[in-house]
């Protein structure tokens, strides 16, 4: 089936944060599956050595960690506003919100950073290879105490949550297995784990307990990593791929998935040999994913929300400092409520949140208009000027295409002629009709 321009504008929104006309435009007409692999196909490999913001590579280490959060921050936004890969920053999103580290805890953003660079450069491929680098991540690590971990003393956070809440989900692991797994990532740590330095995974063999354990009704010298291999490959594998196909589904097309429609993509899942692209590929490849329900069943994380506005403006996050706003809309990158992360949907829908919203867009309009030459309105106050040659309908079309809105509700349409109509000769018309296209119905939907 090939796309049409509502199809190719939904398909970008969900594999980034949206698409410019042009780029959709450019999906128009091509086959389902040649215009999704086009999509996936966007994403490249990112440095390792890649740094936030202005940083060089040495200053990693040596900038305050105040101004680094900052700076990592503003990174993040500016790649999912359009400077990197859509897909790869939605994936990036997707795991930091699903291998949770918190910013709160840790207090170290270098170690936050590592971790987001890892999302970035692996999570697109298996997810058994994935999971085991998170496994010894360093931020993971402190995060759930496992570089505390000893067979003196077991610590069972790590053990408990990469079943429940990173592979399997609630009630697919008994506490004996609980305390079996803790046993074998025992000796699992940091060279220097109470240390802003020494954030270096190593095994101490003196610390690791080499004893018998049963781990889902088998026993053996279970050592940590085989764990998850077995989480992965062997007899909790059908649970595993299960678990995240419907979280993968959840974020990328609507939550509470029918079971039909996770079993076919978790079947996808496993042929693939555990590629999340190909599950990524099996999603927007779906029939539902098209359907209207879908269309209309995603609120956009503030993380989006906050790139659009400065797509919209074309501005850096550096000159809108977005991350003073996010927290009052409900989602601090780097710092996930809990460990289990933020929920979907009615979790960013409070009055809070949405004056939040709005309250951004409000200081984006305020420093649009004192920067020199008015930087970034879609639509200027010359435009609208009553001489200026543009209808009331150019002008609120152009600003809604602006947010990448290109197909709103006739209910948002008129409000926004009707106000423009109203306010043609008044010199905030732009810098209104800016603010009130941020907070329609529109702007808030995935």
Not at 20 to 49: C, F, K, M, W
Not at 189 to 202: I, S
Not at 206 to 212: L, N, P, S, T, V
């Amino acid at each position: 089936m090939d796309l049409t321009f509502s199809d190719a504008a939904h398909l970008l929104r969900r594999a980034g944060v949206g698409g410019r006309r042009a780029e959709i435009e450019a999906l128009v007409g091509l086959e389902r599956s040649v215009a999704v692999g086009q999509v996936l196909d966007a994403a490249a490999p990112t440095a390792a050595s890649d740094t936030p913001g202005s940083l060089a590579i040495p200053e990693v280490d040596g900038e305050p960690e105040y101004t680094l959060w900052v700076d990592m921050v503003q990174y993040w936004l500016d790649r999912l506003a359009g400077a990197g890969s859509p897909i790869q920053e939605k994936l990036t999103l997707f795991w930091h919100g699903h291998f949770v580290s918190e910013q709160s805890k840790l207090y170290d953003s270098r170690r936050l950073w590592n971790q987001n660079q890892l999302f970035r450069r692996a999570g697109m491929g298996r997810f058994d290879d994935l999971l085991q680098q998170v496994a010894i991540d360093p931020a993971m690590l402190r995060y759930l105490d496992n570089c505390f971990n000893t067979k003196a003393s077991p610590q069972e956070n790590w053990a408990r949550e990469v079943m429940e809440l990173f592979s399997l989900g609630v009630d697919q692991y008994t506490q004996d297995d609980v305390v079996a797994n803790a046993r074998a990532w025992t000796g699992h740590g940091l060279l220097k784990p109470y240390a802003f330095d020494g954030q270096v995974y190593v095994f101490a063999a003196e610390r690791h307990d080499f004893g018998q354990k049963t781990i889902f009704g088998i026993t053996k010298d279970w050592n940590g990593p085989d764990v998850l291999t077995e989480i992965c490959t062997g007899v909790k594998q059908t649970t595993m791929a299960s678990f995240i196909a419907a979280k993968v589904w959840s974020f990328f097309a609507a939550p509470n998935p029918d079971p039909s429609i996770v079993a076919g993509l978790a079947t996808r899942f496993l042929t693939s040999g555990l590629s999340i692209k190909e599950l990524v590929r099996a999603v927007f490849l779906h029939d539902a994913f098209w359907s209207s329900g879908v269309r209309n069943g995603l609120v956009r994380a503030p993380a989006e929300y906050v790139a659009v506005v400065m797509r919209a403006v074309n501005r850096p996050a550096l000159d809108l400092n977005p991350q003073w706003f996010m927290a009052g809309m409900g989602q601090q990158l780097f710092d996930p409520p809990n460990v289990s992360g933020w929920r979907p949907n009615g979790y960013w829908l409070s009055t809070a949140a949405v004056s939040a919203r709005a309250t951004f867009a409000r200081n984006v309009m305020w420093n649009a208009m004192s920067a020199a030459k008015g930087w970034g309105f879609p639509v200027t106050p010359a435009m609208c000027a009553s001489n200026s040659g543009y209808t009331n309908q150019q002008l609120v079309t152009a600003m809604l295409e602006a947010f990448g809105v290109y197909e709103p509700t006739p209910a948002t349409n008129a409000t926004l002629l009707d106000y423009t109509a109203a306010n043609r000769t008044q010199w905030y018309l732009a810098h209104n009709l800016f603010v009130a296209t941020a907070c329609a119905p529109e702007m808030q939907l995935a």
